[in-house]
């Protein structure tokens, strides 16, 4: 065998190893972003091969288009129910062979079909401290309700809307100056930084979802998934953000 086959041979079989991540948006696709940014630092764990959102004008699908990644528009209007959708949503996910898939900002109630098909390898990022708000609107009832704290949970995904098993939160304080939308900023810079940290420790295959719920390194997570600081979040992605902060 020549020594230019058995490099080729040794490229694919390194290229055939790296987990393979499809990312679900509706929107503006700000915590694929950050997903985007983690890849490209090395930081992912995985390759993210797809994106695909229900709404084709979602400024999400330009940033993965930007990035190299192949971006698939499926409107969810052209089907004439949620089963037809879903089923579609499942045929075009599964032509990647994703080991995760994950919803960042995807605004769908999934089937339970759906939710079956790809359960223990499907998190979603949700912008509240789980159980607390689960469903929409979380940023403005968090005021109405004048707590203290609010924050950020990813969780795998079940067929209870924003019910499946807490992986990590992170929270943010709450100031009698905060508006709807400063705390959804606020919110937003700890999404960027635990997604990421979250998708990372499965694709390491250190995160796995079993009968008895998550673990991560073995571990059992606690019932609401593990509080990563800030600090703890920049020591996990090995940066000082300390100027960022
Ligand atoms: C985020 O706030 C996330 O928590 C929620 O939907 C929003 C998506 O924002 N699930 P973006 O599209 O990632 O900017």
């Known amino acids: 065998m020549s020594e230019a086959t058995d490099t080729l041979n040794g490229f694919e079989a390194e290229q055939a190893s790296t987990p393979r991540v499809v990312v679900l948006i ?3 696709g700000s915590n694929l972003q950050a997903l985007i940014d983690a890849q490209s630092y090395d930081e992912l764990g995985g390759e993210i091969v797809a994106v695909i959102s229900n709404k084709a004008d ?3 699908l330009k940033r993965a288009r930007d990035a190299g990644i192949e971006a698939v528009a499926l409107p969810h209007r052209e089907y004439d129910s949620r089963e037809a959708f879903d089923g579609a949503l499942i045929k075009v996910i599964e032509r990647h062979e994703p080991d995760l898939v994950v919803l960042a900002g995807f605004m769908r109630i999934l089937t339970p079909r759906f939710v079956q098909r790809f359960y223990g390898r499907m998190l979603n990022i949700h912008p509240s401290l789980l159980p607390a708000y689960q469903g929409l609107h979380t940023h403005a009832r ?5 707590v203290s704290e609010h924050g950020v949970s990813v969780h795998f995904v079940s067929e209870e809307l924003d ?3 807490v992986v990590v939160q992170a929270a943010v304080d709450v100031t009698s100056e905060d508006t709807e939308d400063s705390l959804q900023q606020k919110v937003q810079s700890r999404e960027h930084l635990i997604y990421p940290i979250a998708v990372r420790w499965f694709l390491e295959g250190r995160l796995t979802l079993g009968a008895r719920g998550p673990t991560l390194d073995g571990t059992p997570l606690p019932p609401q998934g593990l509080r990563l600081s800030h600090a703890d979040a920049a020591e996990e992605l090995d940066e000082d953000l300390e100027d960022d902060a």
């Open 142 to 146: 968090a005021l109405a309700d004048g």
């Open 26 to 28: 509706s929107g503006s």
């Open 58 to 60: 979602a400024y999400g």
């Open 163 to 165: 019910g499946g098993p």
